[in-house]
């Protein structure tokens, strides 16, 4: 809808420039193409994380470590930040994006597949970031759920995949049925698993929001 185009220009305006090497990495995202949390989504974390202030958090999804980078500036002193990512081709530019910004020793990359590193985790975190393949989702939540402590909190993106997860099956196209079908029952899982509690929120691409009672 032009509406909503038009308001989330508007609300997007209102932001304020970030960090000079943050503006660097999220303009060089955008001129290869390599996607990253949408504006309205970025403030929404960094309002969460000064709100809960986590110690600890797991990003499943480094891509070129974007939002880790953000979410390292909205931490308190000493926060640690772990972030996995199995892309080959993403990793080196996230480990000198880190380094860019100096984050090096806040900030540690886990190289391989989410689940056998969430099942390889101990501990818990304050705060889990849900970024990775949108299929593999409803895997990655009974891991989730185990590593998040009591009153953590998970943040899922883009469980809207831009308004499609609405539309019946065969609406969508035949290559993103299982994508769609997945996050259908990840929303779901979401909303009666029986230790969070869910708000589903139209923000950018749709983020989830799920506090571990």
Same mark, same amino acid.
């Given at each position: 809808? #032009?509406?909503? /185009?038009?308001?989330?220009? !508007? &609300?997007?305006?209102?932001e304020g420039p970030e960090d000079? $090497?943050? /503006? *660097?990495?999220?303009q060089e995202a955008a001129d290869?193409? $390599?996607? &990253?949390?949408?504006?309205?989504?970025?403030?929404?974390?960094?309002?969460?994380?000064?709100?809960? *202030?986590?110690?600890? #958090?797991?990003?499943?999804?480094? +891509?070129?470590?974007? %939002?880790?980078?953000?979410? %390292?500036? !909205?931490?308190? =002193?000493?926060?640690? &930040?772990?972030?996995?990512?199995? !892309? =080959?081709?993403?990793?080196?530019? +996230?480990?000198?994006?880190?380094?860019?910004?100096?984050?090096?020793?806040?900030?540690?990359?886990?190289?391989?597949? +989410?689940?056998? $590193?969430?099942?390889?985790?101990?501990?818990?975190?304050?705060?889990?970031?849900?970024?990775?393949?949108?299929?593999?989702? &409803?895997?990655?939540?009974?891991? +989730?759920?185990?590593?998040?402590?009591?009153?953590?909190?998970?943040?899922?993106?883009? #469980?809207?995949?831009?308004?499609?997860?609405? /539309?019946?099956?065969f609406a969508v196209e035949r290559?993103?049925?299982?994508?769609?079908?997945?996050?259908? =029952? !990840?929303?779901?899982?979401?909303?009666?698993? =029986?230790?969070?509690?869910?708000?589903?929120?139209?923000?950018?691409?749709?983020?989830?929001?799920? $506090?571990?009672?």
């Open positions: 809808m #032009v509406r909503d /185009e038009r308001l989330t220009t !508007y &609300i997007r305006s209102l000079p $090497v943050l /503006e *660097q990495i999220e290869t193409y $390599v996607p &990253i949390i949408r504006k309205e989504t970025q403030s929404f974390l960094k309002t969460l994380l000064m709100i809960k *202030q986590p110690s600890r #958090v797991l990003e499943i999804g480094t +891509a070129i470590g974007f %939002s880790a980078i953000l979410m %390292s500036e !909205y931490m308190p =002193e000493g926060g640690q &930040i772990i972030t996995v990512e199995k !892309y =080959e081709k993403r990793i080196p530019i +996230a480990r000198e994006n880190f380094r860019r910004a100096g984050k090096e020793g806040q900030i540690t990359l886990i190289e391989g597949d +989410a689940l056998a $590193v969430m099942q390889a985790l101990d501990g818990s975190f304050d705060l889990i970031f849900m970024d990775a393949a949108k299929g593999q989702y &409803i895997r990655y939540l009974p891991e +989730a759920v185990r590593l998040l402590s009591d009153g953590g909190v998970l943040v899922s993106d883009n #469980v809207l995949q831009d308004g499609d997860v609405i /539309e019946s099956r290559r993103n049925r299982t994508i769609h079908s997945r996050m259908r =029952e !990840y929303l779901y899982e979401l909303k009666h698993h =029986e230790r969070l509690l869910t708000s589903i929120l139209p923000l950018g691409d749709g983020v989830a929001l799920s $506090v571990k009672c």
